[in-house]
């Protein structure tokens, strides 16, 4: 027997909440999604720049044209041959990176208030209660 028995007794372990696997889709659909409908607006934003001859779409609107050793590497020359022969397509990066930095940041704002309102609570069992502001003052 041991001499502090009261002392070894094993604690109940409290099982903390889990996410639910709905967030885990609502994250995944957000990640599918977002390119898809970045890349759509570019691709609006550029045909209506170009018919409307918006002078910082038509800035971007020259082929690409890569250094001369892209041509010569026989994996990536037909990359390049590619690339340079896509119309726009400079306009399109720019455009679908900004749309997607703005889409992302819209989906994560209304993804964390729609987290904070029905997800699980801030604080569970095994959380310390938060401090209490009024602390007097003592005088010694």
């Not at 990176?97 to 989906?107: R, T």
């Amino acid at each position: 027997m041991a001499k502090y028995q009261g002392e070894m007794q094993k604690r109940e372990r409290i099982k903390r909440e889990t996410l639910h696997p709905v967030w885990y889709g609502i994250g995944c659909i957000m990640s599918i999604i977002t390119p898809i409908i970045s890349g759509a607006a570019a691709k609006v934003l550029v045909d209506y720049g170009i018919s409307k001859k918006l002078p910082y779409v038509l800035a971007l609107a020259g082929p690409i044209q890569f250094p001369n050793i892209f041509y010569q590497i026989p994996v990536i020359n037909s990359a390049a041959y590619y690339l340079s022969s896509v119309p726009l397509l400079e306009a399109l990066i720019v455009f679908f990176v900004l749309f997607l930095l703005l889409f992302s940041g819209i989906f994560a704002i209304l993804n964390a208030i729609l987290y904070r309102m029905f997800g699980p609570p801030k604080y569970s069992d095994i959380d310390s209660p938060p401090l209490k502001g009024n602390a007097k003052k003592k005088s010694r």
